[in-house]
């Protein structure tokens, strides 16, 4: 195994992490992550289901930026609202991805995030590829917007439900051909979404093809983060219903061959497996993630007696 970087207060950066809450300030997200030795975290940066919020003040950002100093949390990303759709027809719903997109990628710069994620969009009802172009005009307007913007777009593929788009790798290379931003952009891939959309990583040699088409998909030929969850349906099933690691459909096998190969190549991984209440799942899951890198889970995501 590679040689492992080193945190901010020296702890070893395996670059795992979760979706942690912002509630009662988005400095909290270190102490969450930390908690359960996460060195990487993902957020939204407000509610997932509104168009309306406000660009982070100054009040918030500085204890923001202190905490992220003093923190052995490395990386920060961002998630951008489930709303949000840039292929859409519907003007009023074009005009407020637009807003909303711009304000998410102007909100991960002021917090200097290392990544927005976001979904494709949907056709909804016309044809892929006029939803395709329509999404790709929209991302060259938003980008080339934003002056001196830091922040990479990471598009994620998604479960390949009716007129989701970026379920195919062969999708993803339109896109991001068409949108044409290279320096700007980047792929988030999920594995849930790729065995949903009918990629059987349990299949000898498919993790390999997909790696190999979906890096050819991107200019970088770079992986930049990994969604890591378990699919609660079965394979092609369309359905974006995450499960814990070991108990849907892909498996730990599958699973662990991810997570070998992110560790391998440098690549954060980051749990959207479902939460429950208080921390219960969220450690288990991480204690899984660790065993299957062949690490030694830390002390606080071990059950006591």
């Not at 490395?74 to 951008?80: D, G, T």
């Amino acid at each position: 195994m590679s040689s492992l970087s080193k945190g901010r207060t020296g702890k070893e950066m395996f670059r795992f992490g979760l979706h942690v809450s912002i509630a009662g300030g988005i400095d909290r997200i270190f102490e969450r992550g930390e908690s359960l030795s996460c060195s990487v975290v993902q957020l939204f940066s407000h509610s997932s289901r509104s168009w309306e919020f406000h660009l982070p003040e100054e009040d918030s950002l500085l204890p923001y930026h202190r905490s992220r100093t003093d923190s052995s949390v490395s990386r920060v990303f961002i998630h951008a609202s489930y709303l949000i759709n840039i292929a859409s027809e519907d003007e009023s719903i074009r005009r407020r991805s637009t807003e909303t997109l711009r304000k998410e990628l102007q909100t991960a710069d002021l917090l200097k995030a290392d990544g927005l994620v976001l979904h494709p969009g949907s056709a909804k009802n016309g044809s892929r590829e006029g939803a395709l172009e329509r999404a790709a005009e929209l991302l060259q307007d938003v980008l080339d917007g934003i002056s001196g913007l830091q922040t990479p777009l990471l598009l994620e593929n998604t479960a390949g439900a009716g007129s989701m788009l970026g379920s195919t790798s062969e999708e993803m290379k339109i896109l991001f051909d068409l949108v044409d931003r290279p320096e700007k952009m980047g792929l988030c891939l999920d594995s849930c979404h790729l065995f949903a959309s009918g990629y059987d990583l349990n299949a000898p040699g498919v993790y390999e093809k997909v790696l190999k088409d979906f890096r050819k998909a991107v200019p970088s030929e770079k992986i930049s983060l990994w969604h890591l969850n378990d699919a609660l349906f079965g394979l092609g099933s369309g359905k974006d219903r995450h499960a814990g690691l070991g108990e849907g459909k892909i498996g730990i096998p599958a699973l662990t061959r991810i997570v070998l190969g992110a560790v391998s190549e440098g690549v954060p991984v980051v749990l959207e497996t479902p939460k429950g209440e208080g921390e219960f799942l969220d450690r288990m899951n991480l204690r899984r993630l660790y065993e299957m890198a062949r690490m030694s889970p830390p002390e606080c995501l071990i059950d006591d007696p």
